[in-house]
Structures are given as structure tokens and as C-alpha cells.
């Protein structure tokens, strides 16, 4: 610690901290107010074009007030560690990317069911054509119930 006492390292490191908590009130105060001026439904975390990782998800999910559900985006409709983890995580619902088929449905929910237990919203991103082409068979299988 050559130049820096440790007074002034946890003088620092107090203001920083001041500086975080206030930073997740601010965050807080504005999931309120958000929640409380629009049909809010979840807020959608994610993986995959979010780029986040769980340590982030699990932060959030530890600041913002308990009644703030979350979903999150998977990295891919079979994505079996990160169903796990959103779970583990207390995310109330489930988003799979690049589901174009009922196939690729099916995966989804079959990979989803372990963890879930029927108790997580599953959803999943019209991203292509494609998908959007197959929206009346995808609703109509047995795996969109």
C-alpha cells in the first residue's frame, strides 16, 4: 500500500459503497415508479443478446424489491444450464431465442420441465421470417398448451 494509507483506502471504499447503495435505490424508485404508471408484467434479463451473466441476473434479482418478477432470456431453447440457473435464481419466467418450429418448441419445453416443474412462464422471441411463417402450427401443437 505504497502511497496510500488505510484510512483513506476505507474512506474510499465507504464513499464507494455509498455511492452503489444509492445507485440501487435510484434503480428501485424508478421499478417502482415504472411498475406502478404502466402494465408492467416482468423485466425480461437475459443471456444471450444481453450479454449478461448470472452473477448480474442474481444481483439484480437481490436489489429490486421481491415483488419485481423477472424473466429471462436463455442463450438457446435447449439450454439446460441456464433454465437451471434463471430457476435458481428466482426468475418467474423463461424467454427461448430462435424457436422457428414446433420441434424446436418441443425442446424447449421438454428442456424447461425439469427445472420448472410447471411453476415458470415459457415464452419464446418470433426473431425470423421463418418463425413467423410457422406461428399458426406452433400455436396449434400440443406444446404451445
Excluded: H
Amino acid at each position: 500500500m505504497t502511497g496510500t494509507s488505510a484510512a483513506a483506502l476505507q474512506t474510499s471504499f465507504a464513499s464507494s459503497d455509498a455511492q452503489l447503495r444509492a445507485a440501487e435505490a435510484e434503480l428501485c424508485a424508478a421499478y417502482v415508479a415504472l411498475s406502478e404508471s404502466t402494465p408492467l408484467e416482468a423485466l425480461k434479463l437475459g443471456t444471450e443478446e444481453e450479454g449478461m451473466d448470472f452473477g448480474q441476473i442474481r444481483y439484480l434479482r437481490s436489489i429490486l424489491p421481491e415483488a419485481a418478477p423477472i424473466y429471462v432470456k436463455i442463450g438457446g431453447p435447449c439450454a439446460k444450464a441456464d433454465i437451471r440457473q434463471a430457476y435458481e435464481v428466482g426468475a418467474v419466467g423463461l424467454v427461448a431465442p430462435m424457436v422457428e418450429s414446433v420441434y424446436g418448441l418441443q425442446r424447449f419445453i421438454e428442456a424447461s420441465e425439469p427445472a420448472a416443474g410447471g411453476k415458470i412462464v415459457r415464452a419464446f422471441n418470433m426473431e425470423t421470417i421463418t418463425a413467423y411463417e410457422s406461428l399458426g402450427e406452433l400455436l396449434a401443437s400440443p406444446w404451445a398448451a
